[in-house]
Nanobody, 114 residues
Framework: QVQLVESGGGLVQPGGSLRLSCVAS????????MNWYRQVPGKERELVAF??????FYADFVKGRFTISRDNAKNTVDLQMNSLKPEDTAEYYC?????????WGKGTLVTVSS
């Protein structure tokens, strides 16, 4: 079955960097768009970035600071996050849609605080 497992979250100071990773299994990873979302308690989950072939997309609030990448040989999609701000604090989720079904990882928590 499809599984998505995120890692890499943690506590970082404002201006710092973190790299999130999502390992995928159970589907032909290379042909599907992969997304990163985030959610703050009490707010809706929001799209941060996605990567397909050949396109990438970034939400305005991360453009120029975050970079999404994928390794189709390793079935991973990463999110490099630089110049982090306190407002980037959230649970970050890996997501994909395979044959009409939507899948989510369990999330990894990113806390940006001094």
């Amino acid at each position: 079955q499809v599984q998505l497992v995120e890692s890499g979250g943690g506590l970082v100071q404002p201006g710092g960097s973190l790299r999130l990773s999502c390992v995928a299994s159970g589907f032909t990873f290379s042909i599907y768009r992969m997304n990163w979302y985030r959610q703050v308690p009490g707010k809706e989950r929001e799209l941060v970035a996605f990567i397909s072939i050949p396109n990438t997309f970034y939400a305005d609030f991360v453009k120029g600071r975050f970079t999404i990448s994928r390794d189709n040989a390793k079935n991973t999609v990463d999110l490099q996050m630089n110049s982090l701000k306190p407002e980037d604090t959230a649970e970050y989720y890996c997501n994909t849609e395979v044959r009409g079904n939507v899948y989510w990882g369990k999330g990894t928590l990113v806390t940006v605080s001094s």
